[in-house]
Protein backbone atom coordinates (compact mmCIF):
# COMPACT_ATOMS: atom_id res chain seq x y z
CA UNK A 1 0.00 0.00 0.00
CA UNK A 2 1.16 3.36 -1.11
CA UNK A 3 1.45 5.85 1.94
CA UNK A 4 0.37 9.28 0.30
CA UNK A 5 1.87 11.93 1.96
CA UNK A 6 -0.39 14.64 4.10
CA UNK A 7 -0.89 17.98 2.94
CA UNK A 8 -0.28 20.74 5.84
CA UNK A 9 -3.58 21.63 7.30
CA UNK A 10 -3.82 25.53 6.02
CA UNK A 11 -4.34 27.01 9.36
CA UNK A 12 -1.11 25.48 10.70
CA UNK A 13 0.50 26.32 7.56
CA UNK A 14 0.07 30.04 8.60
CA UNK A 15 0.48 30.09 11.85
CA UNK A 16 4.21 28.15 10.93
CA UNK A 17 4.54 31.16 8.24
CA UNK A 18 4.08 33.65 11.22
CA UNK A 19 5.99 32.19 13.78
CA UNK A 20 8.46 32.37 10.51
CA UNK A 21 8.01 36.00 10.02
CA UNK A 22 8.22 36.77 13.82
CA UNK A 23 11.62 35.08 14.07
CA UNK A 24 13.44 36.62 10.85
CA UNK A 25 12.12 40.36 12.33
CA UNK A 26 13.81 39.86 15.70
CA UNK A 27 16.97 38.33 13.39
CA UNK A 28 16.39 35.43 15.56
CA UNK A 29 17.97 32.06 13.68
CA UNK A 30 15.70 28.87 13.83
CA UNK A 31 18.61 27.07 16.26
CA UNK A 32 18.14 30.11 18.82
CA UNK A 33 14.16 29.81 18.63
CA UNK A 34 14.74 26.22 19.19
CA UNK A 35 17.04 26.29 22.14
CA UNK A 36 15.10 28.52 23.71
CA UNK A 37 12.38 26.41 23.20
CA UNK A 38 14.36 23.15 24.10
CA UNK A 39 14.16 21.37 20.89
CA UNK A 40 16.24 21.32 17.78
CA UNK A 41 16.04 23.71 14.62
CA UNK A 42 14.86 21.33 12.31
CA UNK A 43 11.69 20.81 14.70
CA UNK A 44 11.54 24.74 14.43
CA UNK A 45 11.91 23.79 10.66
CA UNK A 46 9.04 21.62 10.41
CA UNK A 47 6.86 23.86 12.46
CA UNK A 48 7.30 27.22 10.27
CA UNK A 49 6.80 24.95 7.21
CA UNK A 50 3.30 23.69 8.83
CA UNK A 51 4.36 20.09 8.40
CA UNK A 52 4.41 19.76 12.16
CA UNK A 53 0.92 20.95 14.00
CA UNK A 54 2.53 23.60 17.28
CA UNK A 55 0.47 22.59 20.32
CA UNK A 56 -1.37 24.99 22.33
CA UNK A 57 1.25 25.09 25.47
CA UNK A 58 4.37 24.93 22.51
CA UNK A 59 2.52 28.05 20.91
CA UNK A 60 2.32 30.14 24.24
CA UNK A 61 5.88 29.42 24.71
CA UNK A 62 6.78 30.67 21.33
CA UNK A 63 4.59 33.50 21.83
CA UNK A 64 6.24 34.37 25.11
CA UNK A 65 10.06 33.29 23.05
CA UNK A 66 8.87 35.88 20.50
CA UNK A 67 7.46 38.64 22.34
CA UNK A 68 3.83 38.49 21.04
CA UNK A 69 0.09 37.29 21.66
CA UNK A 70 -0.67 33.66 20.43
CA UNK A 71 -3.19 35.59 18.77
CA UNK A 72 -0.82 37.34 16.31
CA UNK A 73 -0.33 34.05 15.28
CA UNK A 74 -3.60 33.69 13.75
CA UNK A 75 -3.65 37.28 12.34
CA UNK A 76 -5.25 36.85 8.23
CA UNK A 77 -5.42 33.16 8.91
CA UNK A 78 -6.83 31.64 5.98
CA UNK A 79 -11.26 31.20 6.98
CA UNK A 80 -10.92 33.78 9.82
CA UNK A 81 -13.20 37.01 9.43
CA UNK A 82 -10.43 38.82 9.61
CA UNK A 83 -8.23 37.36 6.49
CA UNK A 84 -7.82 40.37 3.82
CA UNK A 85 -9.79 39.64 0.28
CA UNK A 86 -8.35 41.14 -2.63
CA UNK A 87 -5.52 41.98 -4.12
CA UNK A 88 -2.05 41.21 -3.32
CA UNK A 89 -3.10 40.04 0.05
CA UNK A 90 -4.76 37.37 -1.55
CA UNK A 91 -2.26 34.86 -0.53
CA UNK A 92 -1.96 35.59 3.04
CA UNK A 93 0.94 36.73 4.39
CA UNK A 94 2.79 34.88 2.46
CA UNK A 95 4.20 38.13 0.43
CA UNK A 96 5.21 39.63 3.81
CA UNK A 97 7.18 36.38 4.74
CA UNK A 98 8.80 36.68 1.07
CA UNK A 99 9.67 40.27 1.03
CA UNK A 100 11.25 39.83 4.77
CA UNK A 101 13.08 36.84 3.42
CA UNK A 102 15.25 38.86 1.22
CA UNK A 103 18.22 40.83 2.61
CA UNK A 104 17.13 44.48 2.00
CA UNK A 105 13.21 43.49 2.49
CA UNK A 106 14.53 42.28 6.69
CA UNK A 107 17.17 45.40 6.70
CA UNK A 108 14.12 47.55 5.74
CA UNK A 109 12.35 46.26 8.37
CA UNK A 110 14.77 46.19 10.66
CA UNK A 111 15.15 49.60 10.02
CA UNK A 112 11.81 50.84 10.32
CA UNK A 113 10.61 49.37 13.61
CA UNK A 114 13.59 51.68 15.27
CA UNK A 115 11.62 54.50 14.07
CA UNK A 116 10.30 55.62 17.25
CA UNK A 117 8.17 58.57 15.87
CA UNK A 118 4.92 57.56 14.05
CA UNK A 119 5.01 60.60 12.05
CA UNK A 120 8.48 59.96 11.00
CA UNK A 121 7.23 55.92 10.26
CA UNK A 122 3.96 58.06 8.04
CA UNK A 123 6.53 60.07 6.21
CA UNK A 124 8.67 57.15 5.53
CA UNK A 125 5.67 55.13 3.90
CA UNK A 126 4.71 58.28 2.44
CA UNK A 127 8.32 58.78 0.43
CA UNK A 128 8.25 55.09 -0.36
CA UNK A 129 5.08 54.74 -1.83
CA UNK A 130 5.91 57.88 -3.96
CA UNK A 131 9.24 55.94 -5.15
CA UNK A 132 7.11 53.70 -6.34
CA UNK A 133 5.08 56.24 -8.46
CA UNK A 134 2.08 56.41 -6.25
CA UNK A 135 1.03 53.12 -6.59
CA UNK A 136 -0.86 52.58 -3.42
CA UNK A 137 -1.98 49.45 -2.12
CA UNK A 138 -5.22 50.19 -0.64
CA UNK A 139 -3.52 50.23 2.96
CA UNK A 140 -3.96 53.79 4.99
CA UNK A 141 -1.04 54.52 7.43
Known sequence: MLESKKKPNPIDTHV???VRLR????GMSQEKLGE???????QVQKYEKGS????????QHISDVLNVPVSYFFEEAPGSAAAPRGGMEESGSDYVVDFL????????NRAF????????????IDLVRSLAGGADDGQKG
Do not use: C, H, W, Y
Open 101 to 108: STAEGLQL
Open 23 to 26: RTML
Open 16 to 18: GSR
Open 52 to 59: NRIGASRL
Open 113 to 124: VRIADPKVRKRV
Open 36 to 42: ALGITFQ
